[in-house]
């Protein structure tokens, strides 16, 4: 069993800074992916940023240059820093965790960019 659990959400207005946590617990693999998702009311959860064990990064192109993913692999931690958010960057993020053909998911933290 895997467990996620995400913080550092909140309000924050354009143009600032916030950090996101994720800490998974559990039967962890080695090798696996970690990453950021979110969803905006009425829209379809939609991908972030996610980073494997070894480092690579992918990211959406709305955050290209903003936001940062990174991770601490003995602390099987993830973090997110969003720098210049937007209002439209406001939305529920969720943290994921991928090994192999599994897939965790936390329960999500909101973030409110204000104008």
């Known amino acids: 069993q895997v467990q996620l659990v995400e913080s550092g959400g909140g309000l924050v207005q354009a143009g600032g800074s916030l950090r996101l946590s994720c800490a998974a617990s559990g039967n962890i693999f080695s090798f696996r992916v970690m990453g950021w998702y979110r969803q905006a009311p009425g829209k379809q959860r939609e991908l972030v940023a996610t980073i494997t064990s070894s480092g690579t990064t992918n990211y959406a192109d709305s955050v290209k240059g903003r936001f940062t993913i990174s991770r601490d692999n003995p602390k099987n931690t993830v973090y997110l820093q969003m720098n210049s958010p937007k209002p439209e960057d406001t939305a529920v993020y969720y943290c994921?965790?991928?090994?192999?053909?599994?897939?965790?998911w936390g329960r999500g933290t909101q973030v409110t960019v204000s104008s």
């Open positions: 994921n965790l991928a090994m192999g053909i599994y897939s965790y």
